[in-house]
């Protein structure tokens, strides 16, 4: 079974900087998709960014990128420019890559990390 | 904007009672997915339809929990003799296999029991 593991409870930034929120997990496979989630307070969770295991190049999305090493099982978000409404809480998850099986493209989750931005 | 509908949104029962939740996914997606979340945890993979077909349950969904599907549109979960360890918000995640099946979640159903 894959398992997620996000070993930061908490981090915090300064409004316009850049934080870099930690990932690894486990797994057998060697093709499988890997996603950023954000959820904010009492609202639904929104993908952030993908990641397909297979490509080399490095998710972006405006100021969200990944930095994602296949070998070391890391998936790092980073975010520049931070703003206020990036405070939330931020979750790594995993995805086999065939809907099948025993799988069905659940995804699996780490624990999350809460992001706050100070002014 | 019709993104995946959750209801009630939140719901408090006392232990013992029976609730059932409800999720109108996206429409046209065929894939529907329930989680449960507990507070400051990652979401938890209940069960899996596509279509109506229910083809995945985990092993957190004892035998007081029933998912449907009837049409292969709506989803309802149903608890059962709840007890308090099912406090949890319960999330509902869609997607279309054919648009890189990324899941578009709910808003969930924050249950409370007493």
């Known amino acids: 079974a894959q398992t997620v593991t996000q070993s930061q409870p908490e981090m915090s930034v300064q409004e316009a900087e850049t934080v870099t929120l930690s990932c690894t997990y486990d797994t057998s496979e060697s093709d499988y998709y890997l996603f950023w989630y954000k959820q904010p307070p009492s609202r639904q969770m929104i993908l952030v960014i993908r990641q397909e295991a297979y490509k080399q190049q490095n998710a972006t999305e405006n100021r969200f990128s990944v930095n994602f090493q296949k070998a070391a099982k890391s998936f790092s978000l980073k975010i520049s420019d931070s703003q206020l409404g990036d405070a939330a809480m931020y979750f790594c998850a995993y995805r086999s890559w065939m809907s099948g099986g025993t799988s069905y493209g659940k995804l699996t989750f780490g624990q999350g990390t809460i992001l706050t931005v100070h002014p | 904007d019709t993104g995946v509908s959750q209801d009630p949104r939140h719901k408090i029962t006392k232990r013992g009672q029976n609730v059932t939740f409800r999720c109108d996914p996206i429409s046209e997606h065929n894939r529907l997915y329930w989680y449960r979340q507990t507070l400051g945890q990652g979401p938890e993979f209940l069960t899996y339809?596509?279509?109506?077909?229910?083809?995945?349950k985990s092993r957190l969904l004892s035998d007081r929990f029933s998912a449907e599907r009837p049409k292969g549109s709506f989803s309802t979960l149903e608890i059962q003799r709840t007890e308090q360890g099912d406090s949890a918000m319960y999330l509902c995640?869609?997607?279309?296999?054919?648009?890189?099946?990324?899941?578009?979640f709910g808003p969930g159903t924050r249950l409370t029991v007493l």
């Open positions: 995640a869609s997607s279309l296999r054919e648009l890189s099946d990324t899941q578009y």
């Open positions: 339809f596509q279509n109506e077909a229910q083809l995945e």
